[in-house]
Each structure stands twice: as structure tokens, then as C-alpha cells.
């Protein structure tokens, strides 16, 4: 095989590889989330659910959200 | 069929040409192709076109402040007070690190306001521990639920005192200049935000390598061609100053994205503001060591992303408005979309080629053609940014390995986020290496 050959084949080869492991490893990394118990810690599901717009009502922070906070200074 | 590896050196072209008309799909793919290939070159010059005026631009910034900008005691104290913004979730590990680069920031007025998003660690005892260091600067430490980087960014902000917010991820380090290099934009009543330079500091296996190189490149090239136009159309989570007034006109951060700062951008743009980047002004940030952790990351970015496009896809409609907001828009659709289903496109085709046609080279020679192209631009980037010329050598695996490799991760987020498949934030494991 001339160098040329060798080239192609390598190539030909990493793209099939690449292509193969980026799918296995996709599919690793769902199957390891789904297997994930679902009221762990803070992860957050966003998708699908009613989004309530959380935004800078610098107001709300003084009567309520400050309540709920420990603050340090 | 015979299946033969060859190059066909014996008019090999005429041969897969006679066999490619076979299939009228296939020479409708190869057309594709050949006007996809042309756009990417096209985009390669156009950017680094504009990559370059804004880097002579940067030079000359800097050699003007250098002549002009000799600090005295009064111009010190016009200096505007600002506020950095610091979520943390789960950053034990490396958050004393983050706060501790802080208190070296080479600036006289700032605040720091730690919010610690109801980790499950110790963020919150370790960040407490900082407000004592600290003798250059007020520490606030606030403990809340966790809702989300969204909303702790916006319990931030809304404690913050400053006219100007800087906002980090807590597993950032800043460059000792980094406040200095982004307020001095803010003269100008145009700009609502400066992005800045993020690195990544765990250089320490290929993986990590090839991010670096991409960091740098798309940094380099993307985003200085971004700035040159004043559309920077990320600003990226590890580190973005923002002017106050600009943030409460947009109302912060929304949490219906997995891609805040995205939205975030977008909003302001769609707003006209104006945003640019400070390549001076770096954030060293620890990038993911492995394969699943990588996809991880590009997952929820390739649906924060879509996600945000959707959002704002109704401004496409405004009067006055549509054309400018198609370019930011369209553009940030053919890099999270077009690109990586293109190139994807590409490489199943051509291996479906190679293998049943027996001619491998078509092959070689469009990973060649890219191969050249990611080199050379390797090596601009890498000799404008001042980099490790190491990271060229990556280059040659940039594009068989890497691209392709996170492009199917992005198609296939792009799926699930097409019909609408639930998905968590994914918070990645950090390795203490900052």
C-alpha cells in the first residue's frame, strides 16, 4: 500500500470509529442519567414544565426572598 | 460490488464520477457538499478578516491607554464601583481558589457577592470562610434553595451595589487586570456588556487539549469577528461585565433555558445593545477530561441554545428590526445546527461512498482539505493569542475526532430537543485542578 492508500484507510477508519463511539458514548451518558435516581440534590427539570419567570424585581428581594435567605456579610 | 482500499491512482475520478451519476440523490448530496464547503471557507475568511481589524483595533486601544492612561490618585477614584457576582453549586472544591483570585484583581473599588445555591457540600462553609481573608474587599456570602444558576445570578445581582456587574462561575479564575480591561469599554453608553477571554487550564490529556484549541480558535477568530461588529453573541458564563441599567431593562437572567448566558446575550442584543469582547480580560475555567462529561456539556449547550433561539425567534417578525435580528439569530442557527448536521452529513456519506464504491480517497481528501484549513487557522490563532504552539498539532485530529465527534452529540440533542424530551442541568464533576 502506497502512503496515499494508507492515508485514506487510516481516515476511513477514525471517521467510522469516531462515528461509532460519539453514538455508544451518547447513549452511555442517557442511559447513566436515566439510571440517575430523579429526586437527587439540586438538579433541576426545566423542560416540559410551566416556567415561571424568576427576574429582577430587586423590590421582591427585600419583603420576601430576603426572609428565605441567610445572609452573611 | 468489489470492495476494494484504494486510492485509485488509475483515474480513480472518472470511475467514482461514472458511479456517482448512478444515483441522482448522490450527486444532489455532492452538490450540497460542494456549496457547504464553500460557505465554510467563505466563513474562514470573512471571520478572519473581521478577526483581524478588531486585533489591529485591540493594539491600538491598548497603546493609546498605555501613553494616556498613567494612573493618579483622582483618576483612581473616578474609577466606578463594581460588583462580581459569583453562583456556586457544589464548587467545595474550588471555590476558595476562584474567591482567592478575586482578592488579587488589581482594582480599587469592588464587591464580592457569593451565592451559594443550596450546595450539598461545603460551598457555603468553605466561601464564608473568605469573608475574613479578605482586606481589599466587602465579601457578601448568601445562602438560598436551589432554583438554578439563573435565578442565583439574579439573587446576586439584585444584592449588588455596583453600577457595573461582573458575573463568574464559581470555578473561575480572573486575571489579575480583568476589571480594569472590561470597564474601560463601558465609556461608551452603547455598550451594555464585555465578554471575556476564557482558557482552560487542565491541559492535561488530548481531550483538554483539543478544548484548548478550540477555545482559542473560536475565541480568536468567532468572537474577535463578533466584537469587530459589536455582536458578540455569547457571553460566556465564566466571565461577562455588564452595565447594571442594561441587565434591569431585560430583567436578568431567565431560567426557561439551559443556556442563560445565551439568552441573556440575545436579549440584550435584541434590545441594541451593543456587546463586545476584551481578549485581555481571561478567565481560567476547567473544561470536561472526558468523553461523557464532554457530551454532557455539549448536550445541555446544543438545547440551551436552541432553546434561546426559539425564545427570541419572535423578533424575527418586528418591524425595523427583522434584518439585523436574522443576522444574530441565523448566525447562531448555522453554528449550533447547519454546521455540525453538515459535517455529520459529510462523514456518513463519504464512508458510505468509500465503502461501496471502493474509492477511500474522496475520503482523505475532504478531511485534507478541512485538515489544512483547521491547521493554518490553528496557527494564526495560536501566533496571535500568544499560545502554546503545541496546540497546532491538534489541529490534524481537530476534525476526524473532535468536531465530529461533538457534532453528533449536538445533532442528537437537537432531536431530543425537537420533541421535547425532558432533560437536568448535568452538573459536571470538577477536579480541583483550578
Known sequence: ?73 | MTFVFSSGTDNWYSSLYDYISTFPIVTTLVDYLTIFMVILVLRYVFLIIFSYLEHLDNIRKNELQAIEGKTTPESENRLPFISIVVPAYNEGKIIQTAIRSLFKLDYPHFEVVIVDDGSTDDTYERAREMIKESDRCEVTVIKKSNAGKANALNTGMAHAKGSFILNMDGDTKLSRNTLRDCIRHFDDPKIGAVAGNVKVVNRDNMITQVQALEYVEGLAISRKAQSYNRIVNIIPGPLGMFRKSALWQVRGYDDDTFAEDCDLTLKLLLEGWHIIYEPMAIAWVETPSHITNLLKQRYRWTRGILQAIRKHAWTLKQPHKAGANAIIIGYMLFESLICPISNVLASIFLVWLSIKSGVTILLALWWLQLSILDVMTAAYCVIIEKEDTMLIVYALIFRVFYQLLVDVAKILASIEELIGTKMNWGKLEREGKL
Do not use: C, Q
Not at chain 1, 496515499?4 to 452511555?28: D, E, G, R
Open chain 1, 1 to 73: 500500500m502506497d502512503i496515499v492508500s494508507v492515508l485514506s484507510t487510516t481516515v476511513l477508519v477514525t471517521t467510522i470509529a469516531t462515528l461509532v463511539m460519539a453514538i455508544a458514548a451518547y447513549f452511555a451518558y442517557k442511559l447513566k442519567e436515566w439510571r440517575k435516581p430523579r429526586s437527587s440534590g439540586g438538579d433541576k427539570i426545566v423542560s416540559n414544565e410551566v416556567i415561571k419567570p424568576i427576574f429582577l424585581k430587586r423590590h421582591m428581594l427585600v419583603d420576601s426572598a430576603l426572609k428565605e435567605h441567610d445572609v452573611d456579610d
